[in-house]
């Protein structure tokens, strides 16, 4: 049964850093892409960013491109998602979550981790 686990979120100042990591298990991730999406309270679950598993390409929303950087340590299943520069627009609780290649939707998500960025 896969398993995404979610940790590294907290609270953080304006202009500061977090980074995230998803743990991965229960299946080989070979062809799968990896993302992670957060939700803020009130708003719609958003694209952050994805990694595919076995090419590493990347793709990033456009409010994310320059502060965000997703990687994937192969050795450990794991995903991480270095966040820079963080704005208070930023708060929201952050997802992982993982697809097959070839399909369109996520089918596998983690709990999530709150962020907090204070102003």
């Known amino acids: 049964q896969v398993q995404l686990v979610e940790s590294g979120g907290g609270l953080v100042q304006a202009g500061g850093s977090l980074r995230l990591s998803c743990a991965a298990s229960?299946?080989?991730?070979?062809?799968?892409?990896m993302g992670w999406f957060r939700q803020a309270p009130g708003k719609e679950r958003q694209f952050v960013a994805s990694?595919?598993?076995?090419?590493?390409?990347?793709a990033y929303a456009e409010y994310a491109k320059g502060r965000f950087t997703i990687s994937r340590e192969n050795a450990e299943n794991m995903v991480s998602l270095e966040m820079n520069s963080l704005k208070p627009e930023d708060t929201a609780v952050y997802y992982c979550?993982?697809?097959?290649?070839?399909?369109?939707?996520?089918?596998?998500w983690g709990q999530g981790t709150q962020v907090t960025v204070s102003s």
């Open positions: 979550a993982a697809r097959n290649r070839l399909a369109v939707t996520y089918n596998y």
């Open positions: 229960g299946r080989t991730f070979n062809n799968y892409v």
């Open positions: 990694v595919d598993w076995s090419s590493q390409a990347t």
